[in-house]
């Protein structure tokens, strides 16, 4: 499967933010923002294409701007092989 | 039909960048991003909620950064009934 870099990064930085933002637990994290923990393992794994809502949703329990979720995703297209 | 506030400011800036970056019709840009006119369209009235991957396409095709697609989010919870 290639998995495209912007699921890397995006999935890479929502980890590091959970864990800076006081959530080392993903299920505790999870209960907090109203998701399934292996979604979020999914998502932190690249594996999962969140939706509008489910970024907002993921800033809000974070404390952070939405748009702060997508901050390290590359500019130009990437593509990384990664599975 | 109670449309939350991000998906209103998403679609109401996502057709800005689009008439501010060269792109005055909604169906060229569709098929300019590889999307149905129709969705563009959905997208512009809040009426769709894009996945990760479309936001980056629509950004790749606006020659912007995805979070700039986010940026005029509200941080904090609001609802808007507009229908």
């Known amino acids: 499967m290639t ?4 699921r890397i ?8 933010l959970r864990q ?3 959530w080392p637990s993903q299920e505790a994290f999870a209960h907090h923002v109203g998701l399934d923990r292996t979604y979020i393992s999914g998502l932190e794994r690249s594996r ?3 939706t509008l809502d489910v970024i907002v949703r993921l800033a809000r329990g974070l404390d952070v701007h939405p748009s702060e979720l997508l ?3 590359p500019k130009c297209e990437q593509q990384d092989s990664r599975t």
Chains 1, 2 share one sequence.
């Open 3 to 6: 998995v495209p870099a912007h």
């Open 9 to 16: 990064a995006f999935g890479e930085h929502l980890r590091e």
């Open 20 to 22: 800076v933002h006081g």
């Open 48 to 50: 999962r294409n969140p």
């Open 71 to 73: 901050a390290t995703i």
